[in-house]
C-alpha cells in the first residue's frame, strides 16, 4: 500500500498548493487572462462561460464538457506556474479526468470482434490542459499514478499524445476496413478539447474503485511547465 499512501500525502499537498496558489489575494487582483470556453457542439456546450480573471468559471466550464462527454472529472484543477507569458504568475489550468470502459458505446455487433478502445475493466486517463501552443515532438512527461482499491494492482503509467492514443486504443484485430471509423471514432472524442498538451493513456486496473493522480511536465513553446498533481477516484466496471 505504498502507492496508496504517497497518492494520499499528493492528494493533500496539491489540494493545499493549488487552493493558496489559485486563491491568493495577488492572483486575484491581477487577473489571468480569459480562459475560453471548451470547443463543444452547441447543442451540448456548458452553460456557464468562462469570465475573465476566473480561473475557477473556467475549470467549471470544462468539466461540464468533460461530464457531457461521459468523462469522470478529477476532484480539483491541476495548475502549472510560470508556464505563460499571460496573467498573474504565468498561471495554466488543466483539467484530469478518467474514462471507464468499455467506450466507446456501440450498438454495432461485430461477430468475432470486441470493437471498444477501452475495455471493460480498463479505463482511460486524460490529461487536459489550457492555454497551451501546439505539441513539439517531445509527448513524454505526464504521468498517472494509480491503485484499485478493490484489488490492490497499483502502477505508474507514462501519458502519450492523441496520435499515440490514437494508435494503441484501436484493436489490432480490427479489419481494415472499418479501421479508419475506429481511429475515427477517438480522433473525434478528443477533437472536443484544445490540441495544445492533451495527453490520455489507456490502463488495465481490472473492476472496482480506482484512485488515481496526474501530474508531470508538458513543454509549452520553449518553456517546460511542471502541472501539480490532481487526484480522482473513478468506478471501473
Known amino acids: 500500500m505504498t502507492l496508496l499512501r504517497r497518492l494520499i500525502t499528493l492528494t493533500a499537498i496539491a ?9 491568493a489575494p495577488g492572483i486575484a487582483a491581477a487577473g489571468p487572462a480569459p480562459i ?7 447543442a451540448t456546450a456548458p452553460s456557464a ?10 475549470y467549471r466550464a470544462v468539466v461540464e ?6 468523462i469522470d472529472p478529477f476532484l480539483y484543477p491541476a495548475v502549472a506556474p510560470f508556464c505563460s507569458d499571460t496573467g498573474s504568475l504565468g498561471l495554466v489550468p488543466a483539467v484530469a479526468g478518467a474514462v471507464p470502459g468499455p467506450w466507446p458505446k456501440t450498438t454495432v455487433a461485430i461477430p468475432g470482434l470486441d470493437p471498444a478502445a477501452v475495455k471493460a475493466g480498463q479505463v482511460m486517463f486524460t490529461f487536459v490542459p489550457y492555454g497551451l501552443g501546439a505539441d513539439g515532438t517531445n509527448a513524454s512527461g505526464m504521468n498517472v499514478a494509480w491503485v484499485n482499491l478493490a484489488n490492490g494492482r497499483s502502477g505508474i503509467t507514462a501519458m502519450g ?11 489490432a ?3 481494415a476496413e472499418i479501421r479508419p471509423l475506429a481511429e475515427r471514432a477517438v480522433q473525434d472524442f478528443f477533437a472536443i478539447f484544445p490540441v495544445g498538451g492533451v495527453r490520455a493513456v489507456p490502463v488495465d486496473t481490472g473492476s472496482g474503485t480506482v484512485l ?7 513543454d509549452n513553446g520553449t518553456k517546460s511547465c511542471f502541472f501539480l498533481p490532481t487526484v480522482g477516484l473513478t468506478t471501473v466496471r
Not at 489540494?15 to 496558489?21: D, E, L, N, R, W
Not at 464538457?65 to 461521459?70: D, I, K, Q, S, W
Open 15 to 23: 489540494t493545499g498548493t493549488a487552493a493558496m496558489t489559485l486563491a
Open 36 to 42: 475560453p470556453a471548451p470547443a463543444v457542439p452547441a
Open 49 to 58: 462561460q468562462a469570465a475573465p480573471g476566473d480561473l475557477f468559471a473556467g
Open 65 to 70: 464538457a468533460l461530464r457531457t462527454f461521459g
Open 161 to 171: 499524445s492523441i496520435s499515440d492514443v490514437v494508435r494503441t486504443m484501436v484493436p
Open 173 to 175: 484485430e480490427t479489419p
Open 212 to 218: 488515481a493522480a496526474v501530474f508531470g511536465t508538458v
